[in-house]
């Protein structure tokens, strides 16, 4: 089956072009929320953070402490790095399970931030959008102030980076329609066969 990735920076409107895909009948893994339900589901996972992190990775009622997480990695980038090496196998191997449950689709969506040539993806989606749109997205949504979402947008990948990965562009700036940029991707990829 077909292994899709979609990705863009934050604000780009990378979940809502998945969205459009998943009413195509495309099934979409949100890689973020795996994530999430991953680092408090996955008991070798778990081990793990706690050995990397402490046990205050976890409250006590066995929840992921993502607020002291934050702290700590914001301080230290290696350490960052090092939990990114336990998460990320943990969720391709969710990813590798989850694919298979999918029989009878055209191809599946992986969503995800952070995606690479080495992603073990067929392709790659982009989602494009100004960094300005974005930044105006973001305080929109989140509440979050110029700063800190240019902070955000600092540590991520540029938009030259994010489009050399990319096999397809969604460009999800005002002046374009989205709609008919992901028909058109949909419709290649249907008729694009099986690795």
């Known amino acids: 089956m077909l292994k899709v990735g979609i990705t863009g920076g934050i604000g780009s409107g990378k979940s809502t072009v998945a969205r459009i895909f998943s009413h195509l009948g495309i099934p979409v893994y949100d890689s973020d929320q795996r994530a999430k339900d991953i680092v408090s589901s996955d008991p070798q996972l778990i081990a793990q953070i706690k050995e990397l992190m402490g046990e205050e990775a976890y409250l006590p009622d066995g929840s ?3 607020k002291y997480i934050s702290e700590q990695v914001f301080k230290n980038p290696e350490k960052l790095k090092s939990l990114n090496l336990l998460i990320h196998p943990a969720v391709r191997k969710d990813f590798e399970a989850w694919v298979k449950l999918q029989s009878g689709a055209p191809y599946v969506l992986k969503e995800a931030a952070i995606m690479n040539r080495d992603s073990g993806l067929d392709a790659i989606i982009v989602v494009h ?6 930044i105006a997205r973001v305080i929109k949504r989140d509440g979050k102030t110029e700063d800190q979402v240019k902070n955000i947008i600092e540590n991520q990948k540029t938009e030259e ?3 050399s990965v990319a096999d397809y562009v969604v460009n999800n700036g005002k002046s374009h329609s989205i709609l008919h940029q992901v028909l058109e991707i949909d ?3 249907r008729s694009t066969p099986d690795q």
């Not at 959008?129 to 974005?134: C, D, F, I, N, W």
């Open 64 to 66: 992921y402490h993502r």
């Open 129 to 134: 959008t100004p960094v300005e749109e974005r």
């Open 161 to 163: 980076e994010f489009i």
């Open 187 to 189: 419709n290649r990829l």
